[in-house]
Nanobody
Framework: QVQLVESGGGLVQAGDSLRLSCAAS????????MGWFRQAPGKQREFVAL????????YYADSAKGRFTISRDNDKNTVDLYISNLEPGDTAVYYC???????????????????WGQGTQVTVSS
């Protein structure tokens, strides 16, 4: 079993930057595919970004390209999501997810992932 705990959310202003962190326990993430999703009020959970254990491999939703950066630290067993120039439309609960095995660009559906954190709220005021 893998336990995931997100942190770093909060109330921020438009234009601010934020770093979300996901701490994994129970297994090393060095052989897990990791992803971030988000869910805004009244909307479905949507894919944001993923990263594999292959060095440097990551993939982003079109809406996340340019302002979002996913990174992983296998030694610390953490995966971060850095968001710059936050917009009110980024307001959502952000979830960390893990998949047994590799993830590739097609793994953008929440059903592709085996483990989930409880989420961290990000609220962006205009």
């Amino acid at each position: 079993q893998v336990q995931l705990v997100e942190s770093g959310g909060g109330l921020v202003q438009a234009g601010d930057s934020l770093r979300l962190s996901c701490a994994a326990s129970g297994r090393t993430i060095s052989r897990l595919g990791m992803g971030w999703f988000r869910q805004a009020p009244g909307k479905q959970r949507e894919f944001v970004a993923l990263t594999n254990w292959s060095r440097g491999y990551s993939y982003y939703a079109d809406s996340a390209k340019g302002r979002f950066t996913i990174s992983r630290d296998n030694d610390k067993n953490t995966v971060d999501l850095y968001i710059s120039n936050l917009e009110p439309g980024d307001t959502a609960v952000y979830y960390c997810a893990a998949r047994d095995g590799m993830v590739v660009a097609t793994h953008t559906n929440w059903e592709d992932y085996d483990y989930w954190g409880q989420g961290t709220q990000v609220t962006v005021s205009s």
